[in-house]
């Protein structure tokens, strides 16, 4: 049975920064295992395929965690300008959108991928890939068993993710090497994902796309939301459900024409020599006009109605729809190093943590910082 000094349990963008982290700090003696049959499935359709890897607004009120302070801690100490330093020294240009997202300039998340992965080769860091790993215990030191074999490290380091886009392997079945040691987990949720809605009067609107204000409580968002015939998708739908995650009822409003007063937009569809049921032709598309007219019944209901659109939030399309899963290991569980408090030697990064970000770079940049620690805890000793 091969002996490392460190093993690493996940081939996503948390375990690859970790490996070359690790290599760069001396660190040779080491292994990544990834259950596909290549590195950064996930990673490499984040953004849309675009690759959005950080954000240049970081703050812990982007976050949701058991423990923010411990998150904004591990996020400061590696932070947006160290890993847009970091895909620079890989030879990658990463640059900014309006919005501070920020993505690689050939808006390839593939190309992301694809500089991690050159980067392990050039530094002959070993990688056993469509491996999937049945067990892990500590009788001496860490013992692996996989489906080709096993092997021993003497630190392990979980970084296979949560629940969320199972596509990519990132089933949840992983959870239960760090339960194995005594760990719990909070309660999993799925989030940055389109919500189911009692759609009504509104299922004519499928597939029209709008630029709208949507809320949920005193959470507000600007953003494009997509009418579908199952619920809401879109820009803002998908920023927003990190606060409705987990709620079996939620009640979202959605403001069209966020930038007219609504006193200009009754004077516009009141003085128009049109047929009523086309007092928005030319303000709104022609079904959302004709929906809010029928719906309020008057052309002030429907001026009043275009400002607040309600829709009944009956849930989401689940783990297999979601960007990102909300819950995890209790950052109690986890010393300031991520190191387990039931296991000397076993950390974690990444999503399989209590840590989840809204969207925009966040989750990316939660990978990469929790990474960088393990990786700084692991060469001090």
Request: glycine share 12%.
């Amino acid at each position: 049975m091969k002996h490392y000094h460190v093993a690493i349990i996940g081939g996503g963008a948390s375990g690859l920064a970790l490996a070359l982290f690790l290599s760069r700090k001396g660190i040779s003696d080491l292994v990544l295992i990834e259950k596909n049959d290549r590195l950064g499935r996930k990673l490499s359709a984040t953004g849309n395929g675009q690759g959005n890897l950080t954000n240049l607004s970081m703050g812990k009120e982007h976050y949701f965690s058991s423990d923010l302070a411990l998150a904004e801690e591990i996020i400061s100490s590696f932070d947006e300008r160290d890993t847009i330093s970091f895909f620079a020294s890989l030879g990658g240009l990463l640059l900014p959108d309006d919005r501070g997202r920020v993505y690689p300039a050939s808006r390839q998340a593939s190309s992301a991928t694809d500089l991690l992965r050159y980067a392990l080769q050039a530094a002959k860091i070993e990688c056993r890939l469509s491996t999937t790993v049945r067990s892990l215990s500590h009788p001496s030191s860490f013992v692996i068993e996989t489906d080709k074999g096993a092997l021993s490290s003497d630190f392990a380091v979980l970084c296979t993710g949560g629940k969320a886009a199972p596509q990519f392997g990132t089933d949840g079945s992983a959870y239960a090497l760090a339960e194995g040691f005594g760990h719990t987990l909070t309660e999993l949720f799925p989030s940055l994902v389109q919500c189911k809605a009692d759609m009504g009067d509104k299922k004519g609107l499928k597939g029209i796309r709008v630029d709208g204000r949507l809320s949920y409580l005193d959470h507000t968002v600007r953003g494009d939301v997509i009418f579908t015939d199952y619920g809401l998708s879109g820009d803002a739908v998908f920023r927003l459900s990190p606060y409705f995650a987990g709620k079996d009822e939620a009640w979202l409003y959605l403001e069209l024409l966020p930038d007219v007063e609504e006193e200009t937009l009754l004077s516009l569809v009141k003085g128009k020599n049109v047929p009523k049921e086309e007092a928005f032709c030319g303000i709104l598309t022609n079904q959302i006009g004709r929906m809010l007219l029928k719906s309020a019944g008057s052309l002030e209901g429907a001026v009043r109605l275009c400002k607040r659109i309600p829709f009944r939030v009956t849930g989401t399309l689940g783990f297999a729809y979601a960007q990102v899963t909300k819950g995890g290991i209790p950052m109690n569980e986890v010393t300031k190093s991520l190191e387990s408090k039931k296991q000397r030697g076993l950390f974690f990064c990444g999503e399989i943590l209590d840590v989840d970000g809204e969207c925009g770079g966040y989750n990316l940049q939660w990978a990469f910082s929790s990474a960088h620690r393990v990786a700084e805890e692991v060469c001090r000793r």
